[in-house]
């Protein structure tokens, strides 16, 4: 049999109308401009109104991936939502199927948090390798203001919204060149989204859990702890498998957690900061889709070309971390 490959052809991203500055957010919690820049790089974050879901942004992402595809949602076989923040807790892929028109696909959401995308990626390239699918569309999208307390300065200040999405499709020539996958269940407390639970007693003698999710905790310097020390052996590991040495990269894309630990991690791999892609200070921390809207934002600007070789990392809560190599090709490979 034949040895079917992967690219990734199109890119998108979509962000919401609103948002808030550092100035704006020191009138909410005791923090300044100058405090949350020089601690984590951000500057400004963008937030979902009332009128917007995540839904509707990875909708909007999706059709301008599709489109940078040049192919038609009626092509895509597969959709895979990687999100943490469902519109609906039984799932929001099959309702962005439904908005996009694509009735041939199948869908469903996958949950890393941070690391979701790159997680994604290895898991829609499964299908590709494996001659099932033909064309998958791989979204990253999060609201994580529906779970933020803003009134806790040490997480209020990080996070915000957002949606990425790629187009992957097969391909003579493989693209995805080596990746490397992790968890930690032991360090799970150190970032949460936890669900609170209280008892509720329906009838004498049978109890049942009824509650909601809390706001985000998280112990920052253990995940920096973390994410310096296994963010570069990881990406390491895949540039291994990949048999790749980290001056053939061209391009380190991390996930847009803090700019300390994306400057710790490129400086321990040697790599220079021209080749870091990092839009961290306009969109904060959006979690699964820190890393495809800064992909997106660099291929539309001009700045990843086709023939890049691009390390993409994502870590975070879980705790999980991975890494993924591969060589943008942004464009059409193969007809169906």
Known sequence: MKNIGVSIIGSGSAIPKVFLDNQQLSQIVDTSDEWISSRTGISQRRLADTTE?????ATQASLAAIGQANITAQDIDLIIL????????????????GELGATKAVAFDLTAACSGFVFGLV????FIRNGVYQNVLLIGADILSRWVDWEDRTTCVLFGDGAGAVVLQASESDRLLGFELRSDGSQ?????LSYQPQAKEIIEGVNVSQG???????????VYRFAVQKVPEVIEKALFRANLDVEKVDWLLLHQANKRIIDAVANRLKIPSEKVISNLSNYGNTSAASIPLALDEAVRKGKVKSGDIIAASGFGAGLTWGAIIFEWSGIKLSQK
């Open 53 to 57: 879901s995540l839904c509707s942004l």
């Open 82 to 97: 990687a999100t943490s923040t469902p519109d609906d807790l039984f799932g929001t892929a099959s309702k962005i199927q």
């Open 123 to 126: 898991t829609a390239a499964q």
């Open 188 to 192: 799970n407390g150190c970032l949460n």
């Open 212 to 222: 909601t999710y809390q706001p985000i905790s998280m112990n920052g310097k253990e």
